[in-house]
């Protein structure tokens, strides 16, 4: 499988990266699969019974907000301290475009630039209401949170513009209230790259069906040349045999990837 996969890469005039929550579980991040997976990672909400979709919800920032922003803010903090592993130095010594669901930013502190980010970046902030289109970096931002309750302890960000709470530019489920504007500018970018790409290999990672964002972009991006990889330890397998499947995490299939093309 990954010498076939290495044959696709070796082939091709570039590499775009699809990536999902598995990509980060190898830096020792939750991918949030389920909500036994969610309370693995946060016992607190099991103790209150709130799943991730309940959380991951707009409507907390306007109702409590300090509900909204203990989530967020703890998972903030996390990301700013996971150092991406290993397989991100091999997508960067590809050369890899990458279009990703993650919100965490591990790309960017690995090196990588022109990100797409589809639903937005949980290091960038907006006005919860919004006033505005206007989006701003979270740089500086630092949330107490009673880790107990898992609620925020002291002042919330307000918007830069009129003063009312500000959340994160991230797009959450049942959210009308997001401003795409930025991720759409990367978006935008990442298609015009592709135009002018050539022979594009995909290597999608971690992409599960659940949110199947990553993998509709992953398949539409390899509809051409039929270079797929999907690189997935538990959901592998490719439609109508258009690319190989590898059974693997991202780490130790990046890793491998390496090994056969240097």
Known sequence: MLDAAAELIASADAVLVCAGAGMGVDSGLPDFRGDHGFWAAYPPYQRLGLRFV???DP????????????????RLAMYRATEPHEGFAVLRELGARVFTSNVDGQFQKAG??????????????QCLGPCSSRVWSADGLDIEVDPETMRAVGPLPACEDCGSLARPNILMFGDFGWVPDRSQAELTALTEWRRSAGRVAVLEIGAGTAVSTVRRMAELASAASGALIRINPREPDVRHGRGVGVPMGALAALTGLRKRLT
């Open 54 to 56: 309940e959380l991951a």
């Open 59 to 74: 409507v907390h920032f306007a109702n409590d907000p300090e509900l909204a922003w203990g989530f967020y803010g703890h």
């Open 112 to 125: 990588f630039t022109g990100v797409a980010e589809v639903h937005g970046s949980i290091h960038h902030l």
